[in-house]
């Protein structure tokens, strides 16, 4: 049985998003103080576009934290945790990618969760203590990467690097009150990053279409993503501050995350997680690598492939993995596995642990782990 489409989250969008938002500030949230500011950094909160949310939230309490952390660990919600316990915080603000936005997600989730050791958060994330919280503090999203959809996703991805392992925290209640898209503030980004995560709102929207959980509303918004992103995501390279081109990708990005908000990911992601634990490959990277191989093995299994197809701007499945390795080569982005330290002999590490509950088991197809150990032997 298929399940309706869900998204709760308030969505300010266009030139003027910045300034719809401080209104609703005023009018919506206006018990929201104290408020706690989580930001990647570098100033991005003194761009002149954050200005008119940044002039109502200085009436407030604030507590601004500039992170510096890229897929937040359960170490770094422990230390940030101990800077924020005296500061009562009643709303956050996570301007930054997905890792400020996943960060915002556990400190709103484990508010009441005393965090002294990093056992106890371990222990909160294992058996989802948090779900028992009556308080979950409301936060609102800010994007600064086009990627991720953290903004419009219930979940967070928290990393376990001394266990090797990662948590997903998540609760319906950690749908952001609101998400602000302001396409300028991702001009700033690395070209590299904003590759990278625009290859992770493609495996987003890709892996939302063929999905078990898909649905007909999803299944829009992944199409006009994917659109968007083959269309634009080769044009950044030529004018990397194009706004134009940051907007589209921006866009693109806000509706992967809705379409993948209903359906979660599937084979890609999952094939992903040891990539990026074990060889450190950037997630967006990760996730794409084997999008192509996937595709080809889901094809069978998926209604409307020619829509699916056509939104790549390809006739046949074979084509999308030429295309996406063609980009990465296009961004100097090494191509082969063995680049990252992959192996023959160690590739079965990375096999064993490619089967994530809820991401493999969502895939339209089985992939076995012989199938598996041939899709990346063959990328050595
Ligand atoms: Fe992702």
Not at 139 to 154: A, D, K, L
Not at 198 to 214: F, M, R
Not at 339 to 365: C, L, W
């Amino acid at each position: 049985m298929m399940s309706p489409f869900y998204n709760p989250v308030r969505i300010f969008t266009g030139r003027d998003s910045s300034q719809q938002f401080a209104e609703a500030v005023e009018k919506d949230f206006s018990q929201a103080d104290p408020i706690l500011v989580l930001t990647r950094g570098n100033g991005v909160h003194r761009h002149s576009r954050l200005q008119p949310i940044m002039a109502r939230v200085e009436n407030k309490t604030v507590r601004l934290l500039e992170l510096d952390i890229s897929n937040p660990d359960i170490a770094d919600i422990v230390k940030i945790k101990a800077e924020v316990e005296s500061f009562d915080y009643r709303m956050i603000l996570a301007i930054g990618g997905g890792s400020v936005m996943d960060t915002a997600k556990a400190l709103s989730a484990m508010k009441t969760i005393p965090a002294s050791d990093e056992n106890t958060i371990r222990r909160a994330m294992e058996d989802k203590l948090y779900t028992a919280t009556n308080e979950m503090v409301p936060w609102v999203g800010i994007p600064t990467t086009s990627g991720t959809g953290s903004e419009v996703t219930c979940w967070a991805t928290i990393w376990d690097k001394a266990f090797g392992k990662k948590y997903s925290i998540t609760d319906e209640r950690l749908y952001a009150k609101a998400a602000v898209i302001i396409p300028e503030l991702t001009s700033s980004v690395p070209l590299k990053t904003s590759v990278f995560t625009a290859l992770d709102a493609l495996c987003h929207a890709t892996e939302a279409y063929w999905s078990l959980h898909t649905n007909p509303v999803t299944r829009v918004y992944a199409l006009e993503a994917i659109k968007k992103i083959t269309v634009f995501l080769p044009k950044l390279k030529d004018n990397p501050e194009a706004a134009a081109v940051r907007e589209q990708l921006a866009m693109a990005s806000l509706y992967a995350g809705l379409a993948f908000s209903n359906t979660r990911t599937t084979a890609c992601h999952s094939i992903s997680y040891p990539l990026t634990l074990l060889h450190g490959m950037e997630h967006g990277l990760a996730a794409s690598y084997t999008l192509g191989a996937v595709l080809k093995r889901n094809a069978p299994g998926i209604a409307e492939l020619d829509r699916l197809l056509e939104a790549f701007g390809v006739q046949h499945v074979e084509e999308v993995e030429p295309f996406i390795f063609d980009l990465y080569r296009q961004y100097h982005v090494p191509t082969p596995l063995r680049e990252y330290g992959v192996s023959f002999q160690n590739v079965q590490h990375i096999v064993q642990r490619a089967y994530t509950k809820g991401r493999m088991d969502n895939n339209p197809t089985e992939i076995t782990a012989e199938a598996l150990t041939e899709i990346l032997t063959e990328m050595i």
